[in-house]
């Protein structure tokens, strides 16, 4: 299955700030990365190219990296994802600057169930709480995006998962 998977959020601020915030990605003083509420980000060798990571059970690695402008990573895990993901900035204006999310990947059949029915509500409330904490960076009035009932149900089965593991 042909996936493709976009998430964008206009931010009030000049792109040279933004890209600032984008570079502590996957660092011990991260900015963007909602790690409070889902697993963290982390590679091998910091943001760069060819380094290895991922969050959770999703892997890949930078195949790419302009730090002003986008990092765009190769998924190497779970299985049957192939294709990429990468965040992309853009100055819309001098103030205002647009942050973008995009999967581009074909799926086998076992992963585009898993897709269709647990990955994809993940990643899109992830996605969100993520441009979440960079529009929240230079704002005071906070914003917090709300989790549909099916998202706040895997997040329950997952939470239980890791306790179940932890304890065995």
């Given at each position: 299955?042909?996936?493709r998977?976009?998430?964008r959020r206009r931010i009030n601020q000049p792109k040279a700030k933004v890209s600032e915030l984008f570079r502590t990605l996957a660092t011990s003083d991260d900015l963007i990365w909602p790690y409070e509420n889902w697993p963290a980000i982390k590679f091998s060798e910091g943001l760069n190219v060819g380094s290895k990571g991922g969050h959770g059970s999703i892997r890949y690695t930078i195949i790419e990296f302009n730090e002003d402008q986008y990092i765009k990573f190769q998924f190497?895990?779970?299985?049957?994802?192939m294709g990429t993901h990468e965040f992309k900035i853009e100055a819309l204006n001098e103030n205002l600057t647009e942050i973008r999310h995009e999967i581009n990947m074909q799926t086998s059949f076992k992963?585009?169930?898993?897709w269709i029915f647990v990955i994809r509500w993940l990643h899109d409330a992830l996605i969100e709480d993520t441009f979440d904490k960079v529009e929240n960076y230079f704002t005071e009035a906070k914003k917090k995006s709300t989790y549909n009932l099916w998202v706040k149900l895997l997040r329950e089965i997952?939470?239980?998962k890791s306790l179940q593991t932890k304890t065995a």
């Open positions: 299955m042909q996936v998977n976009i998430h190497s895990k779970p299985q049957g994802f992963t585009s169930l898993l997952y939470k239980r």
